[in-house]
């Protein structure tokens, strides 16, 4: 049985996106007006083509769901619609979509009627997390595709008109019928191309070259359930560490120690590390134990088959005259028990990805799979794995100093000599020590956490306002002596700013009435001395 598509544009659009739609056999049933309904529709589907407005937008996709559910809604905007990314995440529609081609609007079509949710919008500024996805090349877009496909439905029906008129019908009524109707079409054919011609070079380039174009932010769930969500930020990860990814993070990383493979397999094999940690969770609930405590107690397991991961377990390489395994080397010799402060607790982003519970986002509880959670659990996500695979890799730098013949396996070309990998595990260690004595205690007394993400092909670092008043409790007497003077910089900043005030306040009465006033009298003096003489001579 097809699935029943409602459909609201202007005529041409709807014209042209119901051929597009019944094109496609007997799946889907393009219907134009609610009255031609057969019941409730599958899937509504909104062409918005006038200029918008964000919050009379959001009140008709309101009163639009309220009115047809439980049929989810497709939202087709056209480049240039002016809303921004902050906007866009916010719309209460399953599907949003800007300047489509056929394709991608059939894909998000399915994908809708299975269950899921789709986004795809230009990115203009970064909406903090997630690697954006360029286009593979130049296609048609969909106004382009419906403007072609208006016209050539007129051009049919003149060509069919026209052969009913060779030889002219001897029924004069029947002839006035058809000469009205091909003076119709050519009209419509007039109002296509002035209303949508221009309207369609701005949907997409015909230019046979290509074109710079921007990132698209673009997250597609084929469910909404917890695997959903996992598969499509696994895929959003897995993207954004192809490539070299360079540190643009401002702070030196371990990790820029590896090769660039090395890195990408690291990275890659937390991730797979993950993977299995969701099922364990899965297989076993345990509801009465937080998802926390047994997250916390499998790190050191996960991140030991991590580095199994990065070095094949029947590598070996020569160590002091014999041959080592590399694998079981390097966890002998690491501490992969420690654990990154900086890190937030996990329970939330847990209790999301295994049982989808709602998520706390900027203040808002939000469903789990709405674009806006799902892009914090990507930047968590995120965060966890840049932090830790940094940990392993300040592990394997500590371990490539004491084996040279490891440094051309696992490293850059340029660490191989002893100073250059020396003078990078010191700035490393000088950066740990100042960031745990100095900036974690101001971002502490701040309620700021710095959060990794992975974003246009780079390691880039995101501010997150958060309280974090039970781990200030928890610093030691150096480290509160930090707080303590900014403290006492914001107590004492008001009665220093009065006094420095006063201060200048004097020195300009100085200077203006007493000193100013004196210089003026022993001008006078002076003149006045000058002007005797002058008479007397």
Same mark, same amino acid.
């Given at each position: 049985m097809s699935s029943q598509l409602l459909l609201f544009a202007e005529p041409l659009l709807r014209d042209g996106l119901a051929r597009l739609l019944t094109a496609q056999g007997s799946l889907y049933t393009a219907v134009e007006s609610p009255q031609q309904l057969k019941g409730l529709p599958q899937l509504v589907i909104w062409q918005v083509n006038s200029p918008i407005n964000p919050p009379l937008l959001a009140q008709e996709l309101q009163s639009l769901q309220e009115r047809w559910r439980p049929a989810p809604l497709l939202l087709l905007l056209p480049t240039g619609h002016g809303l921004n990314n902050e906007v866009l995440l916010q719309l209460p529609a399953a599907g949003v979509l800007e300047a489509p081609n056929p394709q991608e609007l059939l894909e998000a079509v399915a994908t809708l009627l299975a269950g899921g949710r789709v986004l795809a919008v230009a990115m203009g500024e970064p909406p903090g997390i997630g690697s954006p996805i360029p286009p593979t090349g130049p296609t048609l877009g969909l106004g382009q595709w419906l403007l072609i496909s208006g016209l050539q439905q007129i051009d049919a029906d003149i060509d069919a008109i026209r052969r009913l008129l060779t030889p002219p019908p001897t029924n004069l009524v029947q002839l006035l019928v058809l000469q009205g109707r091909l003076r119709e079409l050519a009209a419509a054919r007039q109002l296509l191309l002035l209303l949508w011609g221009p309207a369609s070079m701005a949907w997409s380039s015909p230019a046979p070259t290509p074109q710079p174009s921007q990132p698209v932010l673009a997250i597609t769930l084929q469910q909404r359930s917890a695997d959903g969500i996992w598969r499509a930020i696994r895929e959003r990860l897995e993207a954004g560490t192809e490539g070299a990814l360079n540190n643009q993070s401002g702070q030196l990383l371990a990790l820029e120690g590896l090769s660039g493979e090395r890195r990408r397999d690291l990275l890659r094999a937390l991730l797979h590390q993950v993977e299995e940690l969701r099922q364990r969770f899965l297989a076993d609930p345990a509801p009465l134990q937080p998802l926390q405590e047994r997250w916390e107690r499998w790190q050191p397991e996960l991140r030991q088959q991590a580095l199994r991961s990065l070095v094949n377990p029947y590598v070996q390489l020569p160590r002091e005259g014999s041959l080592e395994p590399v694998a079981e080397s390097l966890i002998r010799s690491s501490d992969l028990v420690s654990r990154d402060p900086e890190l937030p607790d996990a329970q939330a982003m847990l209790a999301s990805l295994v049982r989808a519970q709602p998520l706390l986002v900027d203040g808002q509880l939000l469903a789990a799979d709405e674009p806006r959670a799902v892009l914090h659990l990507e930047l968590l996500l995120a965060n966890w794995l840049v932090r830790t695979a940094d940990l392993v890799s300040a592990e394997v730098l500590a371990s490539c100093g004491s084996w040279p013949e490891l440094r051309r396996y696992l490293l850059q070309p340029d660490l191989l000599a002893t100073r250059n990998l020396e003078r990078l595990r010191n700035q490393l260690n000088a950066q740990q020590r100042w960031s745990s004595w100095v900036l974690r205690p101001i971002n502490l007394y701040e309620s700021r956490r710095q959060l990794f993400c992975l974003r246009d092909g780079a390691i880039r670092c995101q501010e997150l306002t958060e309280p974090r008043d039970g781990e200030l409790r928890q610093l030691g007497?150096? +480290? +509160?002596?930090?707080?303590?003077?900014?403290?006492?910089? %914001?107590?004492?900043?008001? +009665?220093?700013? =009065?006094?420095?005030? /006063?201060? /200048? %306040?004097?020195?300009?009465?100085?200077?203006?009435?007493?000193? /100013?006033?004196?210089? /003026?009298?022993?001008?006078? =003096?002076?003149?006045?001395?000058? =002007?005797?003489?002058?008479?007397?001579?």
């Open positions: 007497w150096l +480290q +509160q002596l930090v707080t303590l003077s900014l403290e006492t910089r %914001d107590a004492l900043a008001p +009665q220093v700013q =009065g006094l420095l005030k /006063g201060l /200048g %306040d004097l020195v300009v009465l100085l200077l203006t009435r007493v000193l /100013g006033r004196a210089i /003026g009298l022993v001008g006078r =003096g002076i003149a006045q001395g000058m =002007g005797r003489s002058l008479s007397r001579s």
